[in-house]
């Protein structure tokens, strides 16, 4: 239940790239699901994607697919979350957690370690 540590962040162009990494230590020592989540200024907090690590599935929120990918390397207990084509509106502070269980899901209150976030910004 070690807390995950998020890194990438950054300033980048619209339709541009950016590849947040959360570590989380411990993965390969057993199965559960690693979410990403994200908010802006005004909003409510977002799931944007999640993945179980017993297998690799995932599942994203509508406004992403096809431009987010989520991915995990359980023997480095580091899961990425690749972001391209980035929007304006994809600006937010961006969250890894750690739910302990085996399904996926993007309800936050799943999930019980959380780290400290880190910023996208997509402005020209």
């Known amino acids: 239940q070690a807390q995950p540590v998020e890194s990438g962040g950054g300033l980048v162009q619209p339709g541009g790239s950016l590849r947040l990494s959360c570590a989380a230590s411990?993965?390969?020592?057993?199965?559960?699901?690693i979410g990403w989540f994200r908010q802006a200024p005004g909003k409510e907090r977002e799931a944007v994607a999640c993945i179980r690590t017993k297998d690799g599935s995932t599942t994203y929120t509508y406004s992403v697919k096809g431009r987010f990918t989520i991915s995990r390397d359980v023997a480095n207990d580091t899961v990425y979350l690749e972001m391209n084509s980035l929007k304006p509106e994809d600006s937010a502070v961006y969250y890894c957690a750690i739910a302990r269980v085996t399904w996926l899901s993007l309800a936050a209150a799943e999930y019980s370690n959380w780290g400290q976030g880190t910023q996208v910004t997509v402005s020209s």
């Open positions: 411990g993965l390969a020592l057993g199965y559960y699901t």
